[in-house]
């Protein structure tokens, strides 16, 4: 059990018009900070003022990209209490990233507790209206100043809140995505599997490009065979191809979604063959131009469940159901969103109230 302080802001910050919410722009009142120093452990978690901090410009994680993160929610039911999804799971992954990236791990208790003391002190901001939530980026940076290349000694624990609008707003239209041929996003044996912020500073550039040509996101194929379909930009891939549904082996190189493995439960308790497997570019393509591919789309905590509506590779496109949202997309859809909004019952334990 951590005994956090609690320091309130002082002045309350006008809260923006939840109609007009952008993703990641406006934060919260206030902010958690814990720090980490060798002999001492975690030490100093605190809810303080949302701000800035002061840093050295030698500071490790400038340089050497020494951090993790962590992508949540907290959601507001129609009784007015705010809750989490899963937030053990995150806990976990983010202990599996620390372990990587050689940061000393949170005990999982500790990190949620976290988590809840500044969505409790922020509780007003989690918007009421439907589909709109709290994104919570708990993060760890590397603190100690100096170029040598090392793991750091001291760290810093922060978590950051900022209210998101639905991620539909106009409804679900389903996305393009292209299957990126240059560049790759991790191999085994490298951090893929972690949520590390150099990650995506590998990934920029291939998402850039396909944006300018009308794309959303890109689809990453394994980097030693360039062959296998790996993950979606920053969501999780499956395909339902005839009575099955398949989805990318965690083969160290794909992130391990909250949303994907939720999704694989669900399917699989709905009597739904589901399949963890490699799969290459060319089967779905081969599935796609036979009619067998019947649906596809991405995971992830922003969006849900992302469908998508048309694959490119090359010069070569393929429409997936018409270009439109498929039925075993739109029920995951609905059930989970139903959970996390608690507009549906929790059969499976997956909410955790913030008291
Ligand atoms: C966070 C993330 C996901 C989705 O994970 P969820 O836990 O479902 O939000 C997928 N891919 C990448 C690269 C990610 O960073």
New binding site residues.
């Given amino acids: 059990m951590l005994d956090i302080k609690i320091t309130p802001a002082q002045a309350l910050k006008p809260q923006p018009d939840p109609d007009k919410l952008v993703f990641g722009k406006t934060f919260t009142d206030h902010m958690f900070l814990m720090n980490y120093d060798a002999g001492q452990g975690w030490h100093d978690p605190r809810v303080v003022p949302y701000g800035p901090l002061p840093f050295e410009l030698s500071c490790m994680v400038f340089h050497y990209a020494q951090e993790i993160f962590e992508?949540m929610k907290a959601y507001r039911a129609p009784g007015g209490q705010v809750q989490l999804f899963r937030p053990y799971?995150?806990a976990q992954?983010l202990n599996s990233s620390c372990r990587r990236l050689c940061i000393p791990e949170i005990p999982e208790d500790d990190f949620v507790q976290a988590v809840k003391a500044v969505v409790g002190a922020d509780r007003t901001w989690v918007p009421h209206k439907v589909g709109a939530s709290l994104y919570i980026r708990p993060f760890i940076i590397a603190t100690d100043n100096g170029l040598g290349v090392h793991a750091s000694h001291s760290y810093l624990f922060a978590v950051i809140c900022c209210p998101v609008g639905a991620y539909y707003p106009e409804g679900i239209n389903p996305v393009k995505i292209y299957v990126e041929d240059q560049d790759v996003?991790s191999v085994r044996g490298g951090t893929g599997f972690t949520?590390c912020g150099g990650?995506y500073a590998a990934s920029i550039r291939a998402g850039e490009r396909a944006e300018g040509q009308g794309f959303s996101q890109v689809l990453w194929l394994d980097g030693v065979h360039r062959k296998y379909i790996e993950?979606v930009?920053?969501?999780?891939v499956m395909f339902k191809i005839g009575s099955a549904v398949i989805t990318p082996e965690l083969t160290g190189s794909v992130?391990p979604?909250?949303?994907?493995k939720s999704c694989l439960e669900l399917i699989r308790s709905w009597g739904i063959p589901a399949e963890e497997r490699l799969i290459s570019a060319q089967e779905l393509f081969d599935a796609a131009r036979t009619g067998a591919l019947e649906e596809a789309w991405g995971?992830?905590?922003?969006a849900v469940v992302s469908p998508i509506g048309l694959l490119a590779q090359g010069e070569e496109k393929v429409t997936v159901n018409g270009g439109s949202i498929g039925p075993l997309t739109q029920r995951l859809y609905d059930t989970l969103t139903g959970i996390q909004w608690g507009t549906q019952p929790d059969p499976y334990g997956w909410v955790e109230p913030v008291e």
Avoid: P, V
């Fill in positions: 992508g799971e995150n992954r996003r949520k990650n993950e930009g920053s969501m999780n992130l979604g909250i949303t994907r995971t992830g905590t922003a």
